[in-house]
């Protein structure tokens, strides 16, 4: 069955950067793109990007442009969202996804708090 | 702050019908699909509708979605206590350098 397995919860602070993994089984890891999206306590959800597994290239929203780096290891069927220079306003969950046609799957989410 | 714009509640007693409005603009909802997802107390969120009215295998025909224009809805009728949750509208954005768009969520109650 797919599964997509994050990495445990991170506490950083200010001006820091936090590394998240997203470790995937069940399907061919390079066929699916995998999306970011994070929630903030309280708070809707916020997409931050795309990563295609096979080529490598990616998609960031405007807001996170300069400050988001998303990569893979294809042999470990892993994908990994970098988020720099941390503020408290990142203070989130930080989900993975596989979203394609009629079928998702989501990590169970990675708290990550900013704090001095 | 998000540019697709819901109600931030609904609420209606057991076996009732709820209705979610998602609007949105020509660069978002007016030219693609629209998803919803259900998001569980607690729990990630778990995709309803994709394709403004197509529902994945294992949910409800209860579920429903529609697009008219710059605005989808999500209906959700024989309302259950297990339908208490957040549901989110989502699609792609030309406008935001190809970003793909959540709504601003509504809390679903049920009396």
């Known amino acids: 069955q797919v599964q997509l397995v994050q990495s445990g919860a991170e506490v950083k602070k200010p001006g820091a950067s936090v590394k998240v993994s997203c470790k995937a089984s069940?399907?061919?890891?390079?066929?699916?793109?995998i999306n970011w999206v994070r929630q903030a306590t309280g708070q809707g959800l916020e997409w931050m990007g795309w990563?295609?597994?096979?080529?490598?290239?990616?998609g960031y929203a405007q807001k996170f442009q300069g400050r988001v780096t998303m990569t893979r290891n294809t042999s470990i069927s892993t994908a990994y969202m970098e988020l720099s220079s941390l503020r408290s306003e990142d203070t989130a969950v930080y989900y993975c996804a596989r979203i394609y046609d009629s079928e998702d799957y989501w990590g169970q989410g990675t708290l990550v708090t900013v704090s001095s | 702050q998000s540019v697709l714009t819901q109600p931030p509640s609904v609420s209606a007693a057991p076996g009732q019908k709820v209705t979610i409005s998602c609007s949105g603009s020509?660069?978002?909802?007016?030219?693609?699909?629209v998803s919803w997802y259900q998001q569980l107390p607690g729990t990630a969120p778990k995709l309803l509708i994709y394709?403004?009215?197509k529902r994945p295998s294992g949910i409800p025909d209860r579920f429903s979605g529609s697009k008219s224009g710059t605005s989808a809805t999500l209906g959700i009728t024989g309302l259950q206590t297990g339908d208490e949750a957040d549901y989110y509208c989502g699609t792609w954005d030309s406008s935001l350098s190809a970003s793909y768009v959540f709504g601003t969520g509504t809390k679903v109650t049920v009396l």
């Open positions: 069940g399907y061919t890891f390079t066929s699916y793109d």
């Open positions: 394709d403004n009215n």
């Open positions: 020509s660069s978002n909802i007016g030219n693609n699909y």
């Open positions: 990563m295609n597994p096979n080529s490598g290239n990616t």
